[in-house]
């Protein structure tokens, strides 16, 4: 169909702005947070599952593909359209009218197009809190397509394992209602799951309903120095073993990748006075009890004086710190690394007491084969996961940036995957960024499943970026 006919027809669909084609508009949903740039047929913006349903059934009638986008902060370019300016994207942003929090279910309803903040704000009112938290402020439905996991998953999981419910529109516009909120429901093939982590290619999630936790009346932090990564994991289990559950957090940034935040993000204070350790680690405990009855900055202290009586406990600085600032420093990371000069971010995942001799062997592999390239490394080491981000200098790099992600993409994911047992994809999912991999080192039979599934859920593949079968 010409593409002004597809344009009319999506007008008749949709209310006044709902449509858009201007290309200076089109410009934010057609690049991603850091990879993914194509170029939209339109924009779409529905604000009611009907709607959605409808645009649906159309595009699957004329074989017009469609990729979902909630807030467009996903790392592996599965948000945007690809170069052909023949894919439509639906933006879930105006999909946002339900916000609905039942205290006594202790749960959250929101259609597909709420943003985190948002959900988080409602909640507090409550008493509650969102399971799931990080340095982003993605779309509901978005954290659903991606399994969003964070940085207090060492204590709540992911969206998988928090998730009650959802509502779907399939690519011929068929709703698929499983909203219903049960804690327990043993009646076979849990479909909801269908959803999660599949990047929007079984269908679009309209609406969530998540099961949320009890806000924390009280949260301490400190930074930690350690010198080595051996002693990080030394750290964590002594954590963990004296604190269990009061642990929410223990995040780790090397050394390459903490100094860059206090020279792009002045405001905020170096704990380390710029002598930073191999690495520090920020730890969380947080308690529904408040500090009256329970004091968790001792806790945390004797904890800490414990390890520090350690011969080889390796802890070279102890900066307790309000959570606040010592967050702000923990989410300036990415954001700083990018003013750096080129990136390239790998999210890998291997057990956790694999993490020390992972990092050493891709720090060695890159300084062998790209002695120009900064590995700088943080991440959520509480749950085995850190993200690897390589930066150079381009006027230095003998070779072109897409060469450069050609030639370290497959060492790196070789060495956390088939050496140490990991992930190529710890959390930001899978997307264009990735799916060779995704094709490389997913077992056949799991793909063949996928292909099944996408033949009777999206028979014309109208829907999303990425290949699952
Ligand atoms: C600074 C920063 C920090 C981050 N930190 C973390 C972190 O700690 N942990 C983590 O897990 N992630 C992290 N992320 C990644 C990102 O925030 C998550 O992947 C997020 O869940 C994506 O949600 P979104 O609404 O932005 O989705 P988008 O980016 O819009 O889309 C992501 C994928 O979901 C699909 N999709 C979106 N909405 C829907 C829908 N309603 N129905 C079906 N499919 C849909 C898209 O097609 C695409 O495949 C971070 C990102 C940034 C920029």
Redesign the pocket.
Known sequence: MPREDVLASLRALLDGDAVVVERHELERYEK???YGRGKALAVVRPSSTEEVARLLRLASSIGLRV?????????VG??TPDGSGEMLVLS?ERLSRTLEVDPVERTVTAD??VLLSRIDAALAEHGLLFPID???D??I??????N????RLLRYGDVRQNLLGLE?VLADGTVLDLTRPLRKNNTGFDARQL?VGT??VF????KVVMRVVPRPAQRVTAFVGLSSGAAVLGLLVHLETRLGELLTAFEAIGAAALAPVFRHQPRLRDPFGGRHPAYAVLVELSSTLGADRLALDDLLESALAERLDVADGGITDVFPGKPSELWAIR?GV??SLRQEGETLAFDVSVPRSSLAAFVDAAREAVAAGWPFVRFCDYG?WGDGGVHVNLVWNPAEAPRPAADLKAELQPRLYDLAVVRFGGSYSA???V?PHNQAFYDLYTPELVREVCRLLKGRLDPAGIL???RLG
């Not at 990729?67 to 790392?75: I, P």
């Not at 969003?148 to 940085?151: E, K, L, P």
Request: overall charge negative.
């Open positions: 991603g947070w850091r990729v979902a986008q909630g807030a467009n902060t996903g790392l599965a948000s879930l597909g197009g990080l340095g982003a993605p779309s439905g978005g954290m659903v397509a991606t969003t996991g964070g940085t779907a959803f990047s929007g269908g679009v999630v309209t989410h990415s954001e959520h959390e930001h999912g997307g999303g970026t990425v």
